[in-house]
């Protein structure tokens, strides 16, 4: 049972220029029987974030909760309506939808990442949930796509081949993926000339795994003046599984050879990404992050119980 309260609270909302507003991290309680928060990054909405810590979700309930029953992402656009429990406050903080993406290892949930984004006068990005059509093809599941309503006409309007576009690579290779400066790359990104009329610069698929098998991928489409995250980077295990090793990564458009941290490798359990590997659950830290960053994501992707890959996402 949400142990959620209904008591509205009024909140000044600072204006923002990201995409998304709230990251929060609910994990199983003791019993394993309802989601507590975890941690989370929730800029200057504390009331808000005083409410969620007080919160539970059991199965089914809720946006997380229904995630898990799921045992997909789940993109809610607007909150009236839905599952969504704490519309009033969210309403209150300034946001206005959000989407949960849940972590199974096997057919265990480790945790659930709820991103809540917000109506800003401009908000250029997108979220979007690809799923196999049962033709070898991805169409678009669901997708959030604040103000870009011609942008959001044409992706539903498409099909990836597996192996082809964003969606399709990832899911080709069941690896996260980032790409950057597509504007000019049609084979690749097959939006870019759609990409880059309305501001976009990168474009991040996360492989989601469904119990034992890669059943969608998540795109993050991340715009200059609207940034999903300022920085993005993928690591991935060393062939021995001793360490994490950076791959790829990307900073306000532009490719970067290097971590945001001074090392480029990192046995199990140091550091925030680390310990996402350790713990198998997303880490959302204020603490650690490099010079220059308020906040870190370390989202974990599991494939069968074993590491597959953590991607960080810095703002």
């Not at 969504?84 to 096997?106: Q, V």
């Not at 690896?175 to 000019?184: H, T, W």
């Not at 795994?209 to 980077?233: C, D, K, M, Q």
Request: glycine share 10%; proline share 4%; with cysteine.
């Amino acid at each position: 049972m949400s142990t959620e309260t209904t008591e509205l609270a009024t909140e000044a909302v600072s204006p923002t220029d990201t995409f998304i507003r709230v990251t929060e991290i609910w994990i199983l309680d003791d019993d394993r029987s309802n989601l507590v928060l975890s941690s989370g990054a929730y800029g200057e909405l504390d009331i808000f974030h005083e409410l969620s810590s007080k919160t539970s979700f059991g199965f089914g309930e809720g946006l997380p909760g229904l995630a898990w029953k799921n045992a997909s992402p789940v993109i809610l656009n607007e909150f009236e309506g839905s599952v969504f429990k704490r519309t009033k406050e969210a309403h209150a903080a300034g946001l206005t939808s959000a989407i949960a993406f849940p972590i199974f290892s096997g057919e265990f949930l480790q945790a659930v990442v709820v991103f809540l984004c917000g109506n800003s006068a401009a908000q250029s990005g997108a979220i979007e949930v690809w799923a196999d059509n049962g033709m070898d093809e991805m169409e678009l599941d669901q997708g959030y796509y604040g103000d870009l309503r011609k942008f959001e006409t044409l992706s539903r309007s498409l099909q990836f081949h597996r192996g082809r576009g964003l969606p399709g690579i990832a899911y080709e290779t069941g690896l996260p993926l980032i790409m950057s400066d597509f504007a000019s790359d049609q084979t690749s990104f097959l939006r870019a000339k759609y990409a880059g009329e309305v501001g976009i610069q990168v474009g991040i698929a996360i492989p989601f795994y469904n119990h034992l098998e890669l059943s969608s991928v998540v795109t993050l489409l991340s715009s200059g003046s609207t940034p999903i995250a300022r920085r993005f980077e993928i690591w991935l295990p060393s062939e021995d599984h001793s360490e994490l090793e950076f791959h790829s990564g990307v900073e306000n458009g532009e490719d970067v050879t290097s971590p945001a941290g001074a090392l480029s490798s990192l046995p199990r359990g140091d550091k925030t990404l680390g310990s996402a590997w350790l713990q198998g659950i997303p880490l959302v830290t204020t603490g650690e992050p490099a010079d220059g960053y308020d906040f870190l994501l370390a989202l974990p992707i599991i494939d069968k119980g074993s590491l597959n890959s953590v991607v960080a996402c810095y703002n």
